[in-house]
């Protein structure tokens, strides 16, 4: 098993930055991909970006492409995700993700491990 705690969210003003963090814990070593995924009220559970656990790589949903940057820390067990330039689109609350193969790293449906999530208000 593995268990993930984020960071708490917050309300900011647009423009604003704002960086969330997940601890990772348990059975990290089958561990492939991270996730950071976002829903807000009313619509579906989206990609924000994720990483490679071994490698780093990166990916990011076109919409938060340049604002924002997912980064891990492996000795740590701790993921990152740096929002910067906040919109009042971006408000949701946050889901820190973890999955044991995660070849398609956008699907939710690829993910083993959830955290309880973490509001995030931009305000305009």
């Known amino acids: 098993q593995v268990q993930l705690v984020e960071s708490r969210g917050g309300l900011v003003q647009a423009g604003d930055s704002l960086r969330l963090s997940c601890a990772v814990s348990?059975?990290?070593?089958?561990?492939?991909?991270m996730g950071w995924f976002r829903q807000a009220p009313g619509k579906e559970r989206d990609i924000v970006a994720a990483?490679?656990?071994?490698?780093?790589?990166?990916y990011y949903a076109n919409s938060v492409k340049g604002r924002f940057t997912i980064s891990r820390d492996n000795a740590k067990n701790t993921v990152y995700l740096e929002m910067n330039s906040l919109k009042s689109e971006d408000t949701a609350v946050y889901y820190c993700?973890?999955?044991?193969?995660?070849?398609?790293?956008?699907?939710?449906?690829?993910?083993?491990?959830w955290g309880q999530g973490t509001q995030v208000t931009v305000s305009s």
């Open positions: 993700a973890a999955a044991r193969f995660g070849r398609n790293w956008y699907r939710a449906n690829e993910y083993d491990y």
């Open positions: 348990g059975r990290t070593f089958n561990i492939a991909t």
């Open positions: 990483v490679i656990w071994s490698a780093g790589t990166t």
